[in-house]
């Protein structure tokens, strides 16, 4: 649609429905309207404190479940675990490495009787 004031359609001043704001910017660029907006100043902070991890996919769908059983978000569910096992922990993170027979989670380091 070209940018000509006298031709565009006007914006609703409210949509019904989701689907018909949708259907509205579907088929009209915001572009056309430049001449109703208005200019904001924004700050976006780009250096995120997030850190992400690989997780094995049916490990991510247990925690799903488990975090839609408590009424949680999946990232807020396992940064509480997270935090508790730590809290539980008061082991230095190299610890595994200092005892006289490794922890049963480390690969290839079964207990035998």
Same mark, same amino acid.
């Given at each position: 649609m070209p940018n000509n004031p006298s031709r565009q359609d006007p914006?609703?001043?409210n949509f019904s429905s989701l689907e018909e704001f949708w259907q509205f910017w579907d088929t009209h660029s915001s572009a056309d309207y430049e001449d109703l907006m208005t200019t904001v100043d924004? @700050?976006?902070d780009l250096l995120s404190s997030k850190a992400y991890c690989a997780i094995s996919r049916d490990i991510l769908d247990r925690v799903r479940t488990r975090a839609r059983q408590q009424?949680? &978000?999946v990232e807020t569910l396992v940064n509480l675990?997270? *935090? *508790?096992k730590l809290a539980? &922990? !008061?082991?230095?993170r190299s610890a595994y490495?200092? !005892?006289? @027979?490794?922890?049963e989670y480390v690969?290839?380091?079964? !207990?035998t009787a």
């Open positions: 914006i609703p001043d924004v @700050e976006i009424g949680v &978000s675990w997270l *935090q *508790q539980e &922990s !008061r082991e230095p490495a200092l !005892r006289e @027979e490794p922890p690969a290839g380091t079964e !207990r």
